[in-house]
């Protein structure tokens, strides 16, 4: 990554590259572990399906550069213009199911819905993994920005382009559902 | 290195693909609040329609017509107008919904600011009498509306059930002389009425409550005042007469 992109922050980036092409290598730089990871987490993509959906998300970026809203975080955007990618791919193609979370996330979900007290330790992570994969994608998606993108919820809802309490209200109905299939499945804390 | 940032770049380069324009985004977002005014606009429109109707309409009238006071008022109801205003709030609800922030803002919220500033707008073009005016020419111009939603004004013309409406064209002696909206001249015996009250006068419109007694004659036994252009007599019929009578 240039130097020159350090210091800049990503809106300036984003506005910087209209002019220089190198500005936005910049900005994409900085957005594609993490949209890979968004991608594979909240749609259950392979690597190949979402590095396609990374690019066409990128290009998209590019094309609607003047169509930034200033009052949006930059990363608001592009998250949103990831969604909107996938849910595009979802309905054109069916892609296989491809479950890639690491323990890490998984412990983390299920300590932030404060799971943990009802499930053994060392069995959460994999539990916690079949459950996500049950979720409704909308609950999952809502869980997965929350938890483990650390989105704030007006940042969901610029992201999912829901009022703010509808995603309070999809992020609390995600978490009972979480609950529910744990204790349907596992029981009480076993 | 960021290998799909890489290939991007690569790819926005060999197919010298460009930022779309400015003005654009500028524009699709002014058209979603054109289309959400305009849909406001029309939904102004059928609420001042609404309004106009309910003002009018006699809703005492059901004695009259065999029909009980709750049926009469479901008859009378615009329903055109209310499936009118439905239909153009929705057309608002999902153009706001697309405006850059529209979003934000819950369905039910939308929902109660299009009614608001429907009925708002609707209350002023009321006003200037839009509402009528529009009823009037759908009603003079299209039968079918009149079929649809011409209720207001039809059932006014319907002597077998006690009910007449039409210009009076002479007065003497205890009877009037009137032509209806299908052209047709009757005579009204009206006795004393008449005298009593200064409702009947040539030129203007009236309305009768009493009792068809032959296929041209009519006996009144209340007499009510109608507006020029107001239900059920339109100003495309009204102002020719009035011509014809002033020469």
């Known amino acids: 990554m240039p130097e020159k992109c350090e210091s800049k922050t990503d809106e300036e980036l984003a506005s910087l590259s209209l002019k220089d092409q190198d500005f936005f290598y910049c900005l994409l730089s900085r957005y594609e572990d993490r949209l890979l990871r968004y991608l594979s987490r909240a749609f259950f993509f392979s690597r190949e399906d979402a590095e396609d959906v990374l690019q066409e998300t990128f290009l998209k970026i590019y094309k609607n550069l003047n169509g930034f809203d200033p009052s949006l975080k930059f990363s608001s955007w592009a998250y949103r213009i990831a969604h909107n990618e996938s849910v595009s791919f979802l309905r054109k193609h069916n892609p296989k199911i491809f479950n890639t979370y690491n323990e890490e996330d998984l412990e983390k979900i299920s300590s932030d819905i404060d799971l943990e007290k009802e499930m053994e330790k060392k069995h959460s992570a994999e539990r916690a993994r079949e459950i996500i994969q049950s979720l409704k994608e909308n609950y999952r998606e809502a869980l997965i920005l929350k938890f483990l993108e650390d989105k704030s919820y007006e940042e969901i809802s610029d992201i999912i382009k829901k009022p703010v309490g509808t995603v309070a209200t999809l992020i609390s109905r995600a978490k009972k559902q979480f609950k529910k299939i744990s204790l349907e499945k596992y029981g009480g804390n076993s | 290195m960021a290998e799909i940032a890489k290939k991007t770049l690569e790819k926005i380069k060999e197919e010298k693909i460009t930022p779309e324009p400015k003005w654009k985004f500028f524009l699709t977002d002014w058209a979603y609040w054109g289309f959400f005014a305009f849909t406001i606009v029309f939904g102004s429109l059928s609420f001042s329609v609404i309004f106009f109707v309910l003002r009018e309409s006699d809703w005492d009238i059901y004695r009259y017509l065999h029909h009980g006071p709750w049926s009469f008022t479901l008859e009378l109801l615009p329903y055109f107008w209310i499936a009118s205003l439905s239909f153009f709030l929705f057309l608002a609800i999902i153009n706001f919904h ?70 009076v064209i002479s007065k003497e002696d205890g009877t009037v002389k009137i032509i209806d909206r299908n052209k047709k001249v009757w005579e009204v015996n009206c006795s004393s009425l008449c005298e009593e009250t200064d409702i009947v006068k040539i030129g203007v419109p009236a309305r009768f409550i009493g009792e068809q007694t032959g296929s041209n004659s009519f006996s009144a036994e209340e007499i009510r005042p109608g507006k020029i252009g107001a239900p059920p007599l339109p100003l495309k019929i009204i102002r020719p007469k009035l011509k014809m009578l002033i020469n």
């Open chain 2, 98 to 167: 697309h405006t850059k922030h529209g979003y934000r803002f819950t369905p039910t919220l939308i929902v109660g600011l299009s009614i608001l500033l429907s009925a708002l707008l609707g209350a002023s073009l009321s006003l200037i009498k839009a509402g009528e005016v529009l009823d009037d020419a759908l009603f003079e111009n299209y039968p079918t509306y009149g079929k649809i939603a011409g209720f207001h004004r039809t059932v006014w013309n319907d002597p077998e059930n006690g009910l007449l409406n039409g210009l």
